[in-house]
């Protein structure tokens, strides 16, 4: 068997053994957490769910942050259009 640790912004440290082998999508599922809008990486490198894990790798899940403004402002015109108003 092997040792991994799963940590999610929110949630804490998670222990979890598992097989020899045993995937990144495995791991996550078999601790209840759904990767989906997720970032997941394994080592600080941005991982796979097929990719296996080894003995003491550490899983992290960092949940993706969705906002802010594309090309314009909070008046709905672009940053053009606000410098001709000026």
Not at 36 to 62: C, F, H
């Amino acid at each position: 068997m092997i040792n991994i640790r799963v940590v999610q912004l929110g949630r804490g440290l998670v222990r979890h053994e598992a097989a020899p082998d045993t995937t990144v999508g495995e791991v996550l599922a078999a601790v209840g957490i759904a990767p989906r809008g997720m970032e997941v990486r394994v080592g600080g490198r941005k991982a796979r769910s097929a990719d296996p894990l080894k003995d003491g790798d550490l899983i992290t899940v960092i949940p993706l942050i969705k906002g802010g403004t594309s090309n314009s402002s909070a008046t709905g015109r672009t940053a053009g259009e606000e410098e001709r108003s000026r």
